[in-house]
């Protein structure tokens, strides 16, 4: 936990030099913009701690897999966006002296990254070992105008100094991966160019051979005028450069302009990249930094008008909220259907960059709500784009007939995570990939869907639980033995509340689609039945089977269900009783006591409470929150949003004030001590979703939105704006409730309970009301 | 499962070269002597595939743990008993032609392996490329007479070759291990010299520094008399090498001895460590090839005396039974605390050469009974000298108070697994470790290691299982969450009925053990108490709660114990309705859909059948194995012996006979498909084991030696020798049962139910008797 970020509502700022924080500093301030995306890295040479990344999405690496014991069914490699080539070096030498901030005294530092444009601000003044002063500004944005282009404006005035400045601005490509499991480097160098002002280096990845070629050109102007300098071009191994000498001296400034073109062979021909880039680069030469600016800021203002939350009389709050909000629309545009949201996006190099079902469960219920609709539904393409390597995954384990066991980290459909307990028995990922097509249909109304792309995933998936589960002599029930469920603070449990719950529900959505799908698509159903072989009767027969006989275990006592068998076997202490140095457990115990604990590291047998809110009355979700929220240790990133909305709808509005307040400032403040590893990126999903379904109490049922917002007390208001099937609505709480539509579309709302209709154009006022019940 | 191997009483015979059964033939004519041994590797060059192995007891290196995802509590390092310098290395060329199987036509190739002396002798005829002929006939040992000291006799005849014989006869220290993480080198040069005839190389293990000294001297004969020949020495980089040259003409026979004396920082200074091994040389090669040969054979007639099997009517299974007790004897010599015995002994990399469970649970019993007792006790008190590092384990877990778990994998008494499935849950070794102690008071009567060794051993266990516990408010009863058995086919259960009856009968042992040194011994059990802050009264009374109220999950209907709590969840399918082409299972099945199957890998619930045999009668042991033993898939090597001994308990000697065969020739047959990475070495104890408990129906009760001998149909005698307290006991079947006391000290035997004395130097003949009932 760190408090070093200033409070601003539309900024994040950071005031001073602390070279230890400067990992942390490094990811919160990153930028992005769904194709490429950077740590907040010095462009001067830093010789300080540092992690430089620059990742460019679908560019990754199957690095072989590194396990002490290999088990039959484990996968090769755990695949990893790569750490690409830096283009934003500019080396600056006064004299022969370096500028780096490690060696310099640093005064007046301030970093600031502007949320609502995306620009990264650095400004420091440094003073050299021999004295030399110099004042820095810097601008820099990846444009989300032209996913291609970025842009750096790199303002120096001496203030002492009179002499040689010499400047190296470069392309690095000899980048290696922090976490590469045995030390290998990744990239091989194709190409490069240069001329006098202009550089373009191409590099393919080993084994995945994709192609990426960087071009950059810096421009220098003194004092407001262009200048004539010595120049040459520079080359080495993986390295391309243009140099520039020139003669400043005391109030001088020199403005250094820095542009870049980037793409890959995703979507260009390897043998046209380099001819690509370079025409690209030029259009973005022509324009200009502030006319490239200009466009990218714009675009962002659109992103804003139907995605911000203002809260008004909590600075920390909605700079908290800003951020989660910010960096989801940085991370992933949704305008290409292979790629995906990593955990840590692109600011930093943990879990790989790659897909859990965190997108599914987490993710895209913010972009169904605040982007336009092929954005979610590309998130649900990706795993339809999968499902032949879902297939192949189950075959793997041994299971057979089309059963699909979707991976539980992934980047092309293949596993590609190393822990039995993890990929092999983490199943419920499956259900959560069966339930966002329900959560997409059911928010979207979208129901098109389902017959070309949903049917056929939630077949694979149904296949997957049938086999999946046994029949118990014992129990005269079926089971399912050896699962993980979401607290991983358990492994090769049998039984999950949860797991068996996504089974049953799996199933019987299918049934009710295959019902829909027959009746409104009979020609695609045939087809679809042929394509897969299905036996509509005998496997049906066998899901229903399924789904009137699964076990649940259940505490009759405490009229609860289990998370799994024999949970009461375990000491329930509260986790309030434990030792505060002892916390988080998972730093501090062991594996074994972890496992043989009764803690729980994130919502499990509640995650099906929260999906599931129409199944079960207000009465059963108290006694189960009552039960399992005390004993859960909220160790995962995922785990207080859903926890925040589930003390709101059982009328616990401090308990999900606290909740919420636990996920949305988690990097800012460094909650966890791990945010220079990289952002949060899938629990910001959770932090948007914890707001809009916590303090706006928002739900979607039988077609209809529903709102039940409530104000917390340390809150004057807030708003938060939505898309929900062609209406724009701005939802307002203050003293009164306020229900805007900025479109032209009716719509029918309910409200407290009461339905509301509210044509387009047009608002509403109600009088506040408690959600306490 | 392969049979090139020819059967012979006394010997291991191979006929004809293989190159793909190579590193099968360096793993089973592997020799050793207890401090040193090495795969069957060949003097001259060999180009094709082979693993070339030698390996110093004691010696090791602390191999960077590699594995995917840290958990807390795991260990750094795995432990290796490292590959070290290669000595036997002779270069041979005619001319510019190299000597080298893989190049060479190969005729009349014989490898043997003289059980009786440990010789191995290899023989061919080999046709160079050129049409250079030569033959050759090698004879190497290791002695047990001087650990220190090992020769080859290498005779080659030229054919039809005449002209230059070059010879370099190394030591390569440049060795690295096949299994190495990291693939690092974990050797250093530290010294080395050569003369014309010598040559010493002196290495250091990184890390752990160890320090080895080897030392050669080559000699050579031509036709019988010594001759004078062009000698140089050579040094290289972590080599050393003594070459020469002569001339040859067809019919001339060149003998070369090479002698080789090494120690290691064991057992000398390392700074006297080259001065040591060079006087060790000078003597060896005073007493010269064969009085060395005779004293090392003198010493395994002496070995063979009481550890020998003799199976009439059945050379398979009578090479089969010496082979076994042969490899046990070429690893463990007893006469240093310090070591103890790999999974693979000296013969190969597989498992580090690192301490399991395997010791106690398997290889004590035959060291018990066929080695002078200080060979077993030595076994033990590797344990006691461990207790503290034990206890440092369980407080790594979380556990204090002087609560002892013994580690997995060990080589200093330091945890080296890294499967937390195993190292943290597969914690009934603990268990075994205390029933070593009761195993051996029992079988040797030598009580006096309790006081002193055993009390605090079983205390630090009984502790540690006290806090394992937990009071289960559902069940009313105690509860060992968590735990992997010894079937580790299943990960992560919960009241594993063998792990809890170990635990028990632990605590139960150790409050008898308590009741005696307090009676017998009470000063030093005041000393003891203080020393280990023992609260008697509170910690015994814990105990005995726990051993009264501890849960067994019991299947009421079957009348049986259950492996592990919801065990018949499981779809029970015997194992023989299995898939022929799936077996074994774990290299064909996932291990998600091993860990959710019934299949068990090897005793589990049987294995406290065979250790408590008087606390639970026939019927019940009939009804477990009835139920267990069809759904075992016996794929550990340590599971057909138990079997094999239980199954003759209930009176099933096909059945008996058939378990037994499958451990006897594991890997004379090459069963498994993996001898190539060395022998099963302490599955050989389990070999013997159930031979004697299987044939010869032994058993220790009340002090007295139980016998209960079957022949089988298919042999016509057997016979076995062992130590019993003193007495030196021949026990010989055929139509008769004919016990023969070679010693002076008189017995009580129990045979066949009768109690009988036999006087020292006595024998006595009963009429043979079945056991079945």
Known sequence: MKSYIKHSEWQVVEEGFVPDYNRISESLFSIGNGHTGQRANFEETYSGDSLRGNYLAGVYYPDKTRVGWWKNGYPEYFAKILNAANWIGLRIRLDEEELDLAKAKVDDFTRILDMRTALLTRRFKATLPSGKKVEVVVE????????????????????????????????????????????????????????????????????????????????????????????????????????????LVAGDELCIEKYMAVNTSLYQPKDALMGHVKAKLAQAIEEGFDQLYEAHSQKWKTRWETADIMIKGDVAAQQGIRFNIFQLMQTYSGDDERLNIGPKGFTGEKYGGVTYWDTEAYCLPFFMATAPQVVAKNLLLYRHKHLQKAIENGEKLGFNGGAALYPMVTINGEECHNEWEITFEEIHRNGAIAYAIYNYINYTGDIDYLAPYGFEVLLGISRFWAQRVNWSEGKNAYVMLGVTGPNEYE????????????????????????????????????????????????????????????????????????????????????????????RPIHQNWSWDRILRSCYIKQADTLQSFYWFRHEFDKESLRRHFDFYEPITVHESSLSSCIHAILAARIGREEKAYEMYLRTARLDLDDYNNDTKDGLHITSMGGTWLAFVETFGGMDVKDGRLVLNPFLPQSWE????????????????????????????QSIELMVWDGVITLEGNSNIALARKSIMS
Request: glycine share 4%.
């Open 140 to 247: 820099r944005f990846l444009s989300i105008a032209d996913k291609e282009i970025g842009a750096i404006r790199y303002r120096l005035k001496s203030i002492n100094f009179a002499g040689k400045l010499g400047l190296c601005s470069y392309i690095d490509g000899d980048i290696v991966n922090e976490d590469s499991n045995y030390d290998e480097k990744f990239w091989i160098e194709t190409d490069k160019d240069t001329t006098p002002e202009q550089a373009f280096l191409c590099m393919e990845t080993k084994k995945t051979s994709f192609f990426v070629c960087h071009g950059t050109e810096t421009r220098l102007h003194l004092n407001g005028a262009k200048v004539d300098v010595a120049r040459h071009p520079y080359n080495d191994e993986k390295f391309v450069a243009n140099t520039f000498e020139l003669s």
């Open 491 to 582: 492994n090769n449990v049998n039984n999950n509340f949860h797991t068996n719950r996504m089974a049953v529900w799996t199933m019987r959505y299918t049934l009710d689609v295959i019902d829909f799908v027959k009746k409104e698509h009979p020609y695609l159903y045939s087809e679809l039945t042929r394509k897969w072989a299905f036996n509509e009767q005998a496997e049906t027969d066998q899901w229903r089977d399924i789904i009137e006989n699964m076990h649940f275990p259940y505490d009759a006592k405490r009229g609860i269900f289990l998370q799994q068998d024999g949970f009461l076997d375990k000491e329930i202490i509260p986790a309030d009783e434990l030792d505060p140095a002892e």
């Open 717 to 744: 208001a807030f708003s938060f704006r939505i898309n929900f099937r062609g209406a724009h609505l701005e939802i307002r709480m203050s003293e009164d409730l306020k229900v805007i539509n900025h479109s032209d």
